[in-house]
């Protein structure tokens, strides 16, 4: 491994660390404004007054600037899929801190997680060298990329204006649909703003160039939104579950992206290719272990007037026959079998 890709990695670690732990603390803040008020899936704003969110938020910024700055040394390809250690952070703090169980078979995807990250860093493709963000943008309006940009886009209006209003509170894949495309775009534009701030630092200034200001309003813009939509997400979904598919989707569309700007595996062979495929494959083996095996959330009563899930109670007789349960509570000669899903 280079120097350059080093740095990249250690910068990477120590940003899952910190963005690991931040969802733990903002779902924390963002519980706490649900109690008070209306929640962040419901379009409300409440988590804005709650400290702890704010909390969450810094500790978020602090694994983000340390993400940013290891873009500037090491690939999209090394960086983003060291986002699985963030999803072992998440984990092991929801399972001490929001009390969401982490079972035996979570533990081996957390061990698929960190066994894959070896293997990806192993086989990371090496930075290439750039000396002006020119040399950026005429990657970045290259018609590859210029058909993706507009794919991402096209795609992102269709979630928000369509399917976010109908299907946001019962499919995860929308609200982490929209942060994970629309992510792409922010690491790529993230890595021009920071080679260009590279460069300035070494007495080559890249302000002077309309390009490095077109690449800030599009991280800023992309940003926000991701924001905004991953908190739809925290609050409307299970930590656990929402860490790993945002990390899978994230790193996928990142990876392509990265692919077809800076074309990132143009000089590595095909066994080098595959190893690194193998090892993001092993991430997602794990991420997906860590999904099926932890506990969903627990419907919020909100009020007075929300229907509580119906329950349906049988027993099965010693000779095999059922009969329904009556008032006066269960026989001990009989095995109660509970469905709550009966109606659904």
């Known amino acids: 491994m280079s120097s350059s890709n080093l740095k990249g990695f250690i910068l990477a670690v120590v940003s899952s660390a910190f963005i690991g732990s931040s969802f733990i603390i903002k779902k924390k803040g963002l519980r706490r404004a649900g109690n008070n008020g209306t929640r962040a899936s419901s379009g409300g704003y409440g988590y804005l007054l709650e400290p702890l969110w704010w909390i969450g938020m810094v500790t978020m910024v602090v694994g983000?600037?340390?993400?940013?700055?290891?873009?500037?040394?090491?690939?999209?390809?090394?960086?983003?899929?060291?986002?699985?250690?963030?999803?072992?952070v998440s984990a092991v703090l929801a399972h001490f801190i929001l009390k969401e169980k982490l079972q035996k078979m979570g533990m081996l995807g957390c061990l698929l997680c960190i066994v894959g990250s070896v293997v990806i860093v192993l086989h990371a493709?090496?930075?290439?060298?750039?000396?002006?963000?020119?040399?950026?943008?005429?990657?970045?309006?290259?018609?590859?990329?210029?058909?993706?940009?507009?794919?991402?886009?096209?795609?992102?209006?269709?979630?928000?204006?369509?399917?976010?209003?109908?299907?946001?509170?019962?499919?995860?894949?929308?609200?982490?649909?929209?942060?994970?495309?629309?992510?792409?775009?922010?690491?790529?534009?993230?890595?021009?703003?920071?080679?260009?701030?590279?460069?300035?630092?070494?007495?080559?200034?890249?302000?002077?160039y309309f390009q490095t200001w077109i690449f800030a309003m599009v991280a800023v813009t992309c940003i926000i939104t991701q924001l905004n939509y991953l908190n739809m997400a925290l609050d409307t979904f299970n930590t656990a579950i929402v860490s790993p598919i945002y990390y899978a989707m994230f790193t996928s569309f990142t990876i392509l992206a990265s692919g077809i700007m800076f074309?990132?595996?143009?000089?590595?062979?095909?066994?080098?290719?595959?190893?690194?495929?193998?090892?993001?494959?092993?991430?997602?083996?794990?991420?997906?272990?860590?999904?099926?095996?932890?506990?969903?959330?627990?419907?919020?009563?909100?009020?007075?007037?929300?229907?509580?899930?119906?329950?349906?109670?049988?027993?099965?007789?010693?000779?095999?026959?059922?009969?329904?349960?009556?008032?006066?509570?269960?026989?001990?000669?009989?095995?109660?079998?509970?469905?709550?899903?009966?109606?659904?």
Request: charged share 15%; net charge negative; aromatic share 10%.
């Open 263 to 344: 074309k990132d595996y143009s000089g590595q062979s095909a066994s080098s290719i595959a190893s690194e495929l193998c090892g993001f494959i092993t991430v997602l083996s794990g991420t997906a272990i860590l999904h099926s095996t932890r506990e969903p959330d627990l419907p919020l009563i909100t009020d007075l007037y929300t229907p509580l899930s119906p329950k349906v109670s049988w027993y099965i007789q010693s000779n095999g026959e059922w009969k329904q349960k009556d008032e006066e509570g269960s026989n001990p000669n009989f095995i109660t079998v509970l469905r709550q899903d009966y109606f659904k």
């Open 125 to 208: 493709p090496e930075e290439q060298t750039l000396t002006s963000v020119q040399e950026i943008w005429d990657l970045a309006i290259q018609p590859a990329f210029l058909l993706y940009t507009a794919s991402v886009i096209a795609v992102t209006l269709v979630l928000i204006l369509y399917c976010s209003p109908r299907y946001g509170q019962t499919n995860i894949l929308i609200y982490i649909g929209i942060c994970s495309i629309i992510g792409s775009l922010t690491v790529m534009s993230i890595k021009a703003i920071g080679i260009a701030i590279k460069l300035t630092i070494e007495g080559t200034n890249q302000a002077i």
């Open 64 to 88: 983000e600037i340390s993400n940013f700055v290891a873009y500037i040394y090491a690939p999209a390809g090394l960086v983003t899929p060291l986002g699985a250690l963030s999803i072992i």
